[in-house]
């Protein structure tokens, strides 16, 4: 039930960008993506609704595909500091936030 | 202030033991949640909580249980620890389930000896 990401892992180097995937095998209302630092919680980036919208934070954006019950997340000229484990979530059975396997994220100086 | 907060954030315990895991939040939400990150960092939900209503139940060995004495606290008690509950446990909260961002407290690293 949880949601697929894709890649597993990927690195970059500095100023370099990224697209991390997302989907699902059920119909999506929502999508979150949270980055988690190595020792830390999970940390909220952005959550999309049903409706195709995209949002921005930064340099950091995403996109949501609820007809293919896709999300995507871009990181444009990455830097150090987006280095971590980037995690979708997706609401499911109502009230219930489950959370794809995650992908490491590793920019290189 | 802190927005949600566990405690503690290590506990190291023999096989056995029964311990709990105290959370709280100060940000008024009505769901809150149990998580546990393995080895893996797969992040599995456990329980999730709903105006102090147990509404999804994961299986998950009855050994654990939450108990929410209010809306602002969740509590995970473990009885008859094993090796295998080792991980890292966050709670979370959000506003109405699902739909809005969750906030997550800073962790408890369980380590079963």
């Known amino acids: 039930q949880q949601p697929v990401q894709s890649p597993q892992a990927v690195i970059l180097r500095e100023g370099e960008d990224a697209v991390i995937n997302c989907s699902s095998s059920?119909?999506?209302?929502?999508v979150h993506w949270y980055r988690q630092k190595h020792g830390e919680a999970p940390v909220f980036l952005m959550i999309?609704?049903?409706?195709?919208e995209q949002k921005g934070h930064e340099k950091i954006s995403a996109s949501f595909n609820e007809k293919k019950q896709q999300s995507s997340l871009y990181l444009t000229a990455s830097q150090l500091s987006y280095s971590g484990t980037y995690f979708c979530?997706?609401?499911?059975?109502?009230?219930?936030?489950?959370f794809g396997a995650g992908t490491i994220l590793r920019v290189k100086s | 202030d802190t927005a949600v907060s566990q405690t503690p954030k290590y506990l190291v315990t023999q096989m056995g033991n029964d311990k709990s895991i105290k959370c709280e939040q100060n940000?008024?939400?009505?769901?809150m949640y149990w998580y546990k990150q393995d080895s893996k960092k797969f992040l599995k939900i456990m329980f999730s909580y709903n105006n102090k209503e147990l509404i999804i139940n994961e299986t998950v060995p009855n050994r654990f249980s939450p108990k929410s004495p209010d809306k602002a606290h969740l509590n995970l008690h473990i009885n008859s620890l094993e090796l295998g509950d080792s991980a890292v446990y966050f709670c979370?909260?959000?506003?109405?389930?699902?739909?809005?961002?969750?906030?997550f407290g800073q962790g408890t690293r369980l380590t079963v000896v």
């Open positions: 999309l609704l049903k409706g195709g």
């Open positions: 979370a909260s959000s506003r109405t389930g699902g739909r809005t961002e969750a906030f």
């Open positions: 940000l008024g939400h009505d769901t």
């Open positions: 059920k119909a999506l209302y929502s």
């Open positions: 979530g997706t609401e499911i059975d109502g009230n219930k936030l489950v």
